[in-house]
């Protein structure tokens, strides 16, 4: 096994969104511009935004000297540079700003963005790829810390709690502590010794630094990663960009009982339509975040009157503060397509789920939202998982199903006495007996067929259920098959979750080197979405 594509219909956790969103598409059209997969959704979405250029000179000042601070190469300010012309588009991801660059699906975001911007490149539609870091969020909790694994593929926690200017400050003005050096140690430490390692950390040193913010340190790292490929980094926290997206804002406020009404509408509608609503709308939402004492606060509409947190204020106080104002997440992305020529948008299945919500605010803003890209998803399995998989005659949909059926495959693939070749056996012979007991039944009375038939099904449920017993009799006395059996589950389902939303990307960059990330490059698909199994 070196590489496999599996269809998310048989992916843990994929919501029915994700799967109709994928492969019937036609079920979901009313809430997205159109198919990712369909080319010509692409050429018309380009000629609509067309009729959206906007002088792009300040915009590109800003993405020049904020690139040149996280030290960019050569292909990122050509990309910038042919941004200068109307006729080029962006292909957007964006996620927090993680430790460590965060879960590994942060890095086959990135790379997806790559391949799709070279595709539609390709195909006569000029894009670059962008990576917003989503700087404003205030949720430190939630990127503090990265996973990776210890040579017995338990989970270890690196963490840094961050030193923040209030409780709730955007994360991206939050420092990184001395703790910083403690965790890059514990990374070291874990991993093995090698060119690989050395790279990395060497890397992951000259970006995480004490007294760095976490806008600083994951814009770095994500620089010297994909900056062969002319990704280009945007803070939205830049002061410079204020006056360019504060109209945004405006409008959110002005038209906040009308766009808070439109979602609801749109929540309502997904869920009649057998999906989820990603984002609670509350009942006095506007979409907006200010900033108080350093801390990011919603503003709330109630009975006709504004407030932040329980302070009161009004619109015209409001809109004068537009410069410091910030989106929730369903506003964001419109915060995003005013800025930026985003032809598609590169999201993950959450992304997609909000953005669905999203897409009814597109029209009170006078425009069309990108094409939503599925991200690339992969399960990268190292050469020792490999061995064990073989070993067992094992696929990673087998570790998925659960710890009772993989034991079950592990102890029948092990077992000395041969149980499963008995039960295999024992199972037909059965099945030759019913069947011509079947057939007697049917010449001398027909109606105890339905009889026969319970019978039947009452005998293949008892089996079945006998040799599960037996495969975990026999791996229960195998004290190498059971940690095995562990080993595979904590690897491939590392708290019972797909390994991507786990595990950090540095943590397989460690062992493999850079060069892995041009191996998923190379398996990023853009026809079909299916998630990969790649070995490294």
Known sequence: MGHASIPYTRVPHSSKLLLDYLYRFDSVRDFYTGSPFDPARYKDL??????FHRE??????ILTRQNEAFGSAEPTFASIRRLREPGTFAVVTGQQVGLFSGPAFTLYKALTAVRVAQVLSEEGLPCVPIFWLATEDHDLDEVAQAGIFDEEYGLVTLKDSGERPAPRSSVGVVKLTDEINVALDRLQATLPAGEPREALLADLRACYQPGATWAQAFGRLLTRLFGQWGVVMLDPLDNALRPLIAPVFTQALTQAATLRAHLIDRSQALVRAGYHAQVHVAEDSTLVFARRQGNRLPVALRNGRFFVGEEETSLAELTAEAESLTPNVLLRPLVQDVLLPALAYVAGPSELAYLAQAHTLYASFGRPQPIIFPRAGFTL????IQRLMEKYALEVEDVWQGEE???RKIAAAESAEG???????SEQELARLLARLRQNLETLDPTLLDALKNAEEKMRYQMERLRGKVSR???????LLSRHQQTLRRFLMPEKNLQERQVSGVYFLGRAGYELLARLLGHVQTQSSDHQ???Y
């Open 46 to 51: 380009a000629q609509q935004l067309k009729g």
């Open 56 to 61: 792009r000179t300040a915009l590109l000042e």
């Open 381 to 384: 399995v190292d050469r020792r």
């Open 405 to 407: 059926h993989l034991g």
């Open 419 to 425: 149980w499963s070749k008995r039960f295999d056996e």
């Open 473 to 479: 009799a026999a791996l229960e006395r195998s004290e």
């Open 533 to 535: 199994v790649l070995v």
